[in-house]
């Protein structure tokens, strides 16, 4: 599957005006904390971006709409809550809006890997179909932590993020997706054999020779002086992906080589994202 169209946006960017979190969102919380008896660490007094407005805004381009009208399906990967939002299901709203022909598909609880989720969906429905076109879309808020020690097991920024995929080249393609799986590590405890171990299943998948590819990795730092990895310090939220492949697409200070992998770490959940892709050309 070819990579089309990617963007990225830091939603701090985007003038909306904020208001402070619904009340069915600030009932959904302390209803689940109740019941779980714990105590409820939300801060509802913090403000927060109205959803449609916000997706309005970062997916306004023509060439988005386009994107969207002419997908096959059409996925909304999210770890966060939708904390301001003025329809119970806003993603079929959107598709009855701007009548949109293909099946969309939310990608939930699957905490800040839900991206590597949906492109792994993508890949396995793409030959089903002389042509396919897949996008993944997203708008995810950040939580408003009372307090900030556990903002790392929460997303703590707001983002937009957009990726086009389909089985065709165009005159946009660069990459193309190889492979994309989440790798589950519960009996390897440290973050060293845990690369090691997803980095050599990758190699010895794809016969991948010594310098034909680089690795970019999300927040950790990795000593193997014998493979070629880079560390990119990323928020936590679930954006990493879109975030680095726009940055390959844009070529934002990043190295290239023919094949480039992409990796997220999530330690708490025992899970690793990996996406390879090559160029084209």
């Known amino acids: 599957m070819y990579i089309n169209y990617c963007i990225y946006q830091n939603r701090s960017l985007n003038k909306i005006k904020e208001n402070t979190v619904k009340e069915r969102a600030q009932q959904y919380f302390l209803d689940l904390y109740t019941q779980y008896q714990m105590p409820c660490h939300m801060d509802f007094t913090d403000l927060v971006s109205n959803y449609e ?7 306004a381009s023509k060439k988005i709409k386009n994107c969207l009208k ?3 399906y059409i996925l909304f990967p999210s770890w966060g809550v939708v904390l301001d ?16 022909s293909a099946s969309i598909l939310d990608i ?9 989720y949906a ?18 879309c997203t708008v995810e808020d950040r939580l408003p932590i009372a307090h900030k020690k556990n903002s790392a097991v929460y997303p703590e920024i707001d983002y937009a993020g957009f990726l086009s995929l389909s089985n065709q080249v165009n005159n946009d393609t660069r990459f193309k997706i190889q492979f994309c799986d989440i790798f589950n590590h519960r009996n390897k405890l440290d973050i060293s054999a845990v690369f090691e171990f997803c980095v ?17 990795i999300n927040n950790v ?28 697409l844009n070529n934002l200070s ?3 080589a023919e094949y480039i992998v992409f990796m997220d770490i999530d330690i708490l959940m025992a899970l690793t994202g990996v996406l390879l892709i090559q160029k084209v050309g």
């Not at 939930?108 to 590597?116: E, I, P, S, Y």
Request: charged share 20%; with cysteine; proline share 3%.
């Open 53 to 59: 407005k916000l997706w309005m805004r970062c997916f």
């Open 254 to 256: 990043l190295e290239h």
């Open 70 to 72: 002419e997908a096959s």
């Open 200 to 216: 050599e299943a990758v190699i010895e998948s794809f016969n991948l020779s010594a310098h034909s590819y680089v690795i970019y």
């Open 119 to 136: 492109v792994h969906l993508l890949l396995a429905m793409q030959s089903s179909e002389d042509l396919f076109r897949g996008i993944c």
């Open 108 to 116: 939930r609880d699957c905490g800040r890997l839900c991206v590597f």
């Open 221 to 248: 730092r990795i000593e193997k002086k014998h493979y070629p990895v880079f560390t990119i310090f990323y928020p936590t939220s679930s954006g990493f992906l879109y975030y680095a492949v726009n940055s390959i």
């Open 85 to 100: 939002s003025d329809f119970a299901v806003p993603e079929l709203y959107f598709k009855e809006k701007f009548e949109w």
